[in-house]
């Protein structure tokens, strides 16, 4: 397959990978590209220095606090902080509850929780139960 990128598509995709180079932490980065267990405020540093930038939340629409990136400019994100060795994003706040809050929760919990997710102030997880 031959991708033709547009001017504006490769601007982007140097504009990631040069913030991917200068700012994901040395010590995050090895123990990404060494497998090693990283602890939870790995996470949180590298997720407050997404949302520094304005990118906490690249799935989201701007108007609930996230970039409005097309699908293109997601994936070009996403491959970019891979092949810098950043770890991936968690999925609970950002890619399960918020969306979900943004369709159906109510504007008082939308303001609540929706602010505070792209930094990590809260600490989501999934619960799961089986009969008997």
Not at 58 to 82: D, K, M, Q, S, Y
Not at 90 to 104: A, Q, T
Request: aromatic fraction near 12%; charge should be positive; charged fraction near 25%.
């Amino acid at each position: 397959m031959n991708l033709t990128w547009t001017p504006e598509e490769i601007r982007f995709r140097e504009m990631v990978r040069a913030f991917a180079a200068d700012r994901l932490p040395r010590d995050i980065r090895d123990k990404v590209r060494r497998h090693q267990r990283l602890e939870r405020d790995d996470y949180v540093r590298w997720h407050n220095i997404l949302a520094d930038q304005g990118w906490g939340a690249p799935n989201w629409p701007v108007e609930h606090g996230g970039t409005g990136w097309n699908a293109l400019e997601r994936l070009i994100f996403e491959v970019e902080c891979f092949k810098a060795g950043a770890p991936r994003l968690l999925p609970f706040g950002l890619s399960m509850i918020g969306p979900v809050l943004m369709k159906y929760g109510s504007a008082k919990q939308q303001a609540r929780f929706l602010p505070r997710m792209p930094r990590v102030q809260d600490w989501w997880c999934q619960g799961y139960s089986e009969p008997g």
